[in-house]
């Protein structure tokens, strides 16, 4: 590089006082608002965090080499570094801020790293499980807007761990889809056979297991049953739906657990009933309303709830295509 | 795991608002008060940056790839998150806090990654580099106490580039050190041949590379010369002397420029100097004073310096062992 094609307006008397301005200067010629903006965040969140906490010299080392760790654990099939962010609670937050639901919409939560883009098609009544894969659990879902008309034609995926807490990718030489299929919903909805899901650990034999140790916390996430709900002209609905009573109800590992997503489970009573979808007397019974919401709806929201934690932060971003960036 | 030693206390009602909050929660069994207090600072931090700049799940997605990138382009001789840290004025920062300096005393800055542990020990007076390795350069230095007292036997570290920008270990089938050595300091200080640093990129064909060139920043650092002082019972003072009027002394990528270790480089005039240092006159000349700080001052410094700047923060951290706990 030649020096004098150098355009960076200079520095100021650099001390690790007068750091976080620096940086931003430096960064200051960045021709995209919106990362300039990202990065002027970050930078000042990063030197906030080592002020207030006078981070040592040897705890940034040992942070260097925890995240090094943490790519390094990471390929084709396992994403270290979205674990961490779910342990910590960021995946949910920016799924929350990405996918926010008036009152009465169903709520989102995170997708998770167990969703597949081969899972077979199923007609409406079929069972998405294989036989053996655990105790039979009948679905029955609505579909609908937020006026309460039936939504026709949502391609609904589901999946789920089977009764030892895995999802068919957990095991070695998975020749085909198994606890997850996809379906299109009619008039009436939807309606599926499979099986009652189980509490699970997430991968914890890397850094952020070793992380969830030291923090004296179990890597465990509650039952539940996963949904993406698909139509167009619909915003997308990403969600899960949690067994009621499960022993980590209140303390998820990635914290994907909502209220409005705890559902009960009931057991088939009515032989008419077991009889009309083909199960048993006493087999679980898992009924759902889903509500969903139009791109048209999600853009306002998303636009006034940003309006609204901007003013809130006191900050003076203004908004381009729906984000913050910096008012200059 | 057995569900009944879940000892961790339920969140409340999970919400993207309340996440931050819940995830202290669970991390609040932490037996460390210490670690407690980093992580509750950087959630709080983390989850703040994406609320200020309604991060998106795109942008979240490009940040977990990019950190995964990062993590893998480490290896043993590349350490690629500290090449991040070093461009966000992090390792500034850090080291500046771990190592404050009175008035008076040498600043330090970042140590880099071009130390090595096999430098030759050299005699007052040799040089550092092997023949052919840039433009001869006389270092003269003294190393005082802050009370202005000499200070003999102390150990000196010395690395620098040569005069094509690199270092010794950047060179592939390195077989031996070389424009770096290790010296002791007598009575009158301790002077050395070495060769006059040029400016050199930072490793730029990785993830943090892509990142400069996003801002467009440039990778370069200004001419420098690295020293690391230590001497039992005083603090170890690392740091570089900068020569006045580089191209990159205002906007050195990693931020390791401080004023008071800028220098001016002079040119031996007086023959008769040239002779009794076995030198030529025009060869360059770079004259230093170094002061060193006791461990107790920077313990006592450290010390104060914390508590100004939690004070400054409006924290009600506690200082343990010097450092900020949560004071609970």
Not at 63 to 68: E, H, K, N
Request: hydrophobic share 35%; aromatic share 8%; with cysteine.
């Amino acid at each position: 590089m030649d020096p004098s094609t150098v355009k960076i307006p200079p520095m100021k008397d650099l001390t690790h006082e007068n750091i976080t301005p620096n940086v931003h200067i430096i960064n200051s010629q960045c021709p995209d608002a919106r990362l300039r903006y990202l990065l002027t965040s970050l930078v000042s969140h990063l030197h906030d965090f080592a002020r207030e906490t006078r981070l040592t010299t040897d705890e940034w080392m040992a942070a260097i080499q925890f995240l090094t760790a943490v790519g390094q654990k990471c390929d084709d099939i396992r994403q270290e570094f979205i674990l961490l962010s779910d342990t910590l609670g960021l995946s949910v937050l920016v799924d929350g801020m990405s996918h926010p639901k008036p009152p009465g919409a169903t709520e989102g939560t995170v997708l998770g790293p167990f969703h597949t883009h081969d899972a077979d098609r199923f007609e409406i009544g079929e069972s998405i499980c294989s036989p053996g894969k655990g105790e039979p659990m009948l679905v029955l879902c609505t579909v609908k807007d937020t006026a309460g008309n039936a939504l026709e034609n949502v391609t609904v995926d589901v999946w789920e761990t089977d009764d030892s807490g895995r999802y068919d990718t957990q095991y070695p030489g998975r020749t085909s889809p198994d606890c997850r299929g996809v379906l299109t919903s009619g008039k009436d909805g939807f309606w599926f056979k499979c099986v009652k899901p189980v509490p699970y650990p997430i991968p914890s034999d890397g850094p952020v297991g070793k992380m969830l140790e030291k923090l004296h916390r179990h890597c465990y996430r509650p039952a539940h049953l996963h949904f993406k709900c698909k139509k167009d002209g619909y915003d997308e609905l990403i969600t899960a739906l949690y067994i009621r009573g499960d022993p980590y109800e209140t303390s998820d590992a990635v914290f994907g657990v909502k209220s409005s997503l705890i559902t009960d489970i009931d057991s088939i009573a009515d032989p008419a009933m077991a009889d009309k979808y083909g199960m048993k007397v006493g087999d679980h019974l898992l009924k759902w309303d889903f509500v969903l919401i139009t791109e048209q709806e999600s853009k306002n929201l998303k636009d006034r709830l940003a309006r609204e934690a901007l003013a809130k932060l006191g900050s003076t971003a203004r908004l381009e295509d729906g984000l913050p960036v910096a008012d200059n």
